[in-house]
């Protein structure tokens, strides 16, 4: 039985070993492991100033592009928990009708929505705090006092067996004088609009960076090829295919796209790091006073959203790759 497994498990090496150099032979880039290792030696020159000018430029790209994925990820989060929070709760609004007492008027609605099934408890909140919840639009003083201010009760409801709220707002209505139901979906649907407008913005940026920064990997590359021309020459005259010329070109732009991904990330991180430091001590910590719970107080990257940023410098490897090499070929082959 040990044989067995052990012959199991050198299959498996195997065939992962298979499937990695498969993929290297898709890529037409053998000389990875040397590559990554630093052992690996090319033919054309070493990199020159222009390289790194060009390893800035794809890097301040990519860079944006990692600030554009941190905020399409906190946009789903903040999103998620504030639409989360709010289809747990209703509202239901008594307004102050002449003639009538508000007192007796909130311990009917409140007996209503007791006893009605899917409602898990109430909360009314007091004239006070009803009048604090004006304050940041009409501010303080004696004139909230003489307004008929609109009593609130906070309605906390079982998501999983709802309410029938049609039927909830028609017994309020017909035994609660100047009683409302808010549902908040009006609110929510706002919300998620806007979520989406953002969403939609930040792919929009995504994909913009991503054209230019084909086109910037372009116009290198054809940069490379004109100035050693002569290695290029040589190589041809002593038998080199194109396909050997392809790897050593894409061998320099995968170098430059490993680089400039994993700096932009790092870059991203600690600027997403400071961001959150600078808001919490600056505004403090309360973020219902300081507005931006949205983007720091209720969700952040987590484990999962730092791993997808490193889907950044993969994508710009497979661009600095794919783009060099279709670009090399062409210009071989005479077409560019």
């Not at 052990?6 to 040397?34: H, I, V, Y």
């Not at 800035?56 to 789903?76: D, E, G, H, Q, S």
């Not at 309605?155 to 908040?184: C, M, W, Y």
Request: with cysteine; glycine share 8%.
């Amino acid at each position: 039985m040990s044989e067995g497994f052990s012959q199991t498990g050198d299959s498996n090496e195997n065939a992962t070993e298979t499937r990695f150099q498969s993929l290297l032979s898709f890529l037409n880039l053998k000389n990875l492991p040397g590559l990554i290792t630093g052992s690996y030696i090319s033919i054309l020159p070493a990199q020159t100033k222009s390289g790194r000018s060009l390893t800035i430029v794809v890097t301040a790209m990519c860079y944006l592009a990692v600030l554009a994925v941190i905020a399409n990820i906190l946009i789903n989060g903040s999103v998620q928990a504030w639409t989360a929070d709010v289809a747990k709760q209703v509202t239901v609004q008594i307004k102050p009708v002449d003639g009538e007492n508000m007192n007796v008027q909130i311990e009917i609605a409140t007996a209503i929505l007791n006893s009605t099934r899917g409602i898990v408890s109430t909360t009314t909140l007091s004239n006070e705090e009803s009048l604090r919840l004006l304050e940041p639009w009409l501010g303080e003083g004696s004139l909230l006092a003489d307004l008929p201010v609109p009593r609130l009760i906070s309605v906390v409801i079982d998501e999983k067996n709802p309410p029938a709220f049609d039927e909830l707002k028609q017994r309020l209505k017909r035994k609660v004088k100047g009683a409302s139901l808010d549902t908040h979906k009006r609110w929510q649907g706002q919300i998620l609009r806007s979520a989406n407008a953002l969403k939609m913005i930040s792919l929009g940026i995504l994909t913009l960076i991503s054209i230019t920064t084909i086109a910037i990997i372009i116009f290198a590359t054809r940069a490379a090829m004109a100035s050693n021309e002569e290695v290029i020459s040589v190589l041809h005259l002593v038998g080199a295919q194109d396909n050997f010329i392809a790897e050593e070109v894409q061998s320099r732009f995968f170098i430059i796209g490993l680089k400039a991904g994993l700096i932009s990330v790092v870059c991203g991180i600690l600027t997403y790091i400071f961001l959150g430091l600078f808001l919490t001590s600056y505004f403090g910590t309360d973020a219902d006073q300081t507005g931006f719970q949205f983007l720091t107080g209720q969700t952040s990257l987590g484990f999962m959203g730092f791993l997808v940023l490193f889907t950044v410098p993969l994508a710009t490897v497979i661009i600095c790759l794919t783009t060099s090499r279709i670009v090399v070929l062409r210009i071989l082959a005479g077409v560019l």
